[in-house]
């Protein structure tokens, strides 16, 4: 990070290859398309490199990375509106980025969720990435969200009910 910070490309490019998978899928996710995701994953390193010396480290460097993605992917709806199809690709590429290792997932359980995940409402998804997937507080995807913590919850109980009511799990589920 300091030799990053110090102008090195290539600690810059070690970086990138470090933490560019999850920046996608966490692009991948909020947007449903792989174009935008590219472009908003290119757009978050740019922006990254140009502010590393406004990284005060107060956070880890991903969790930092995923502010600026997520202020991408928002800016990017905001200039060029939003597509609502989910795009196949999008959704593969999304499971395949690399699971903590200590637990078997049925990948077939995975792809439906994924996909349901895509059906989302714009508010809900992204609440819902932002904390079911990414681990995010209220709090956290609030303020990446730049909407109210109340507004954060409603819309993740409105993501888990929907999610369940998509994949056909039981209507009683209670919501963590």
């Known amino acids: 990070m300091t030799a990053a910070r110090g102008g090195d490309t290539r600690a810059f490019e070690r970086l990138y290859r470090a933490h560019s ?12 398309r792989r174009d935008v995701a590219e472009d908003c994953v290119q757009q978050t390193f740019i922006r990254a490199w140009r502010n590393l010396q406004a990284f005060e480290g107060r956070s880890a ?10 202020n991408e992917v928002l800016s990017h709806g905001r200039n060029h509106g939003t597509r609502s199809e989910s795009n196949e690709d999008a959704i593969e590429n999304a499971i395949a980025e690399p699971g903590d290792g200590n637990k078997e997932y049925d990948a077939g359980e995975v ?13 809900a998804r992204h ?14 995807c ?14 993740l109980h409105r993501g888990r009910k929907l999610l369940r009511e998509r994949m056909g799990l039981a209507a009683e589920a209670v919501d963590d």
């Open 21 to 32: 998978g999850k920046v996608m899928g966490l692009c991948l996710r909020m947007t449903r």
């Open 61 to 70: 460097f991903g969790t930092w990375l995923h502010r600026i993605a997520v």
């Open 111 to 123: 792809m439906d969720l994924e996909r349901a995940l895509t059906t989302l409402p714009e508010g």
């Open 127 to 140: 609440v819902v990435v932002l904390q079911a997937v990414y681990g995010y507080s209220h709090e956290e």
């Open 142 to 155: 609030a303020d990446m969200l730049g909407i109210a913590v109340g507004t954060c919850k409603a819309q």
